[in-house]
């Protein structure tokens, strides 16, 4: 309901969604007048159940006020759904601040977590054909524990959310020089060597921004702040191309022409770096799986969402997450327990990755 395209749109998303899975059931929370003549036009009342909330989060609402009054309001009721066990995920695309404030007094942190991240698709030349990067905006601080948080979250997504087996993570940082960088980013580049043997993934190093769309890495880890920078400078960016190559080719009559005839390859580029095709960041760290999408998705965003979440309830990931982040607080134990000199080596000597790991 909290979307800036009304409720109309998000059951179009529904509608795509559901023809590619008829088998999935939803659980749509708004008010019941509103939404019941919006199913029954895309003819979803087999597959789609209306939990009525009479109140809305607007986007301009304040997350402490939403924490006082919203228990009435649909995102406050999906969340629920998920705290209860009636849903696996929870989507929405209402109010960033509200929805993590709700998810984290609702569902908690889970055990371990100090501070939860956003994780979100980047459009990468992978074979998988995106980057998980974290945090995208859920917290502008980390220390070097939650950075190895992140990092045994952001693997334990990419298994289970991109069907990575063995993901290769990479710490972001000004350069890849291990004398460069906060004191912070030094401390994590150690904790995370050494975590890697026991986390099933490769640790690569420091990356740079060059590295987020790139085949080096699969998992990019950094702070909210400088990942929420990133997120919306690629997506303008992306935005920004696709604009001006509808100016070139729309120039001169040659140039239609020329547009004519590359249209598909122009089809093939502009699925490519569609922001839609990637719309839902995760939040990860709470005892449960919610999925921001954007407030100005279209329905090709919500059904991007929407197949998203289905992927990850499928794989139980939300448990299997549990499982990872238990590892990152012992690992940070014992890491902690290491004196200074102590190398990634070492541990990569005695660890062992064990397979169907989460």
Request: hydrophobic share 45%; with cysteine; proline share 4%.
């Amino acid at each position: 309901m909290g979307g800036d395209k009304g409720p109309a749109t998000v059951v179009a998303g529904l509608r795509l969604f559901l023809t590619d899975e008829p088998s999935a059931q939803v659980l749509l929370h708004g008010p019941q007048e509103v939404l019941a003549p919006l199913l029954a036009k895309r003819r979803l009342g087999d597959q789609v159940t209306i939990v009525h909330a009479p109140d809305v989060v607007a986007m301009a609402d304040k997350p402490s006020q939403i924490m006082r009054h919203g228990k009435n309001t649909s995102m406050w009721s999906a969340i629920d759904a998920v705290r209860s066990g009636a849903a696996s995920v929870c989507i929405s695309c209402g109010n960033t601040g509200a929805l993590m404030a709700v998810s984290m007094v609702r569902l908690r942190k889970a055990e371990g977590v100090n501070r939860p991240a956003i994780a979100c698709l980047w459009p990468s030349r992978n074979p998988a054909g995106f980057n998980v990067m974290l945090d995208a905006g859920a917290d502008i601080r980390a220390d070097q524990d939650d950075l190895l948080t992140y990092a045994l979250m952001g693997a334990s997504y990419a298994r289970n959310g991109l069907g990575i087996a063995h993901p290769r993570v990479g710490l972001l940082n000004v350069g890849v020089e291990e004398h460069k960088g906060r004191a912070e980013l030094k401390l994590a580049h150690d904790l995370i060597a050494r975590a890697a043997p026991q986390g099933d993934f490769a640790y690569i190093g420091f990356v740079e921004g060059g590295d987020l769309p790139a085949a080096r890495v699969d998992v990019i880890v950094t702070d909210g702040f400088t990942g929420n920078v990133a997120l919306k400078t690629g997506e303008g960016t992306a935005n920004l191309i696709s604009g001006l190559l509808r100016e070139a080719f729309n120039k001169t009559p040659l140039s239609r022409i020329a547009a004519l005839l590359a249209m598909t390859s122009l089809g093939r580029l502009k699925k490519r770096i569609d922001p839609r095709r990637v719309n839902g960041g995760v939040f990860l760290g709470l005892n449960g799986t919610v999925i921001k999408s954007h407030g100005s998705a279209d329905a090709t965003g919500i059904a991007a969402a929407l197949h998203l979440s289905y992927k990850l309830a499928q794989s139980g990931f939300s448990d299997k997450l549990a499982a990872r982040v238990a590892t990152a607080v012992s690992l940070a134990q014992d890491a902690a327990q290491m004196g200074p000199g102590d190398g990634a080596q070492d541990s990569a000597a005695t660890g062992t990755g064990a397979e169907g790991t989460p």
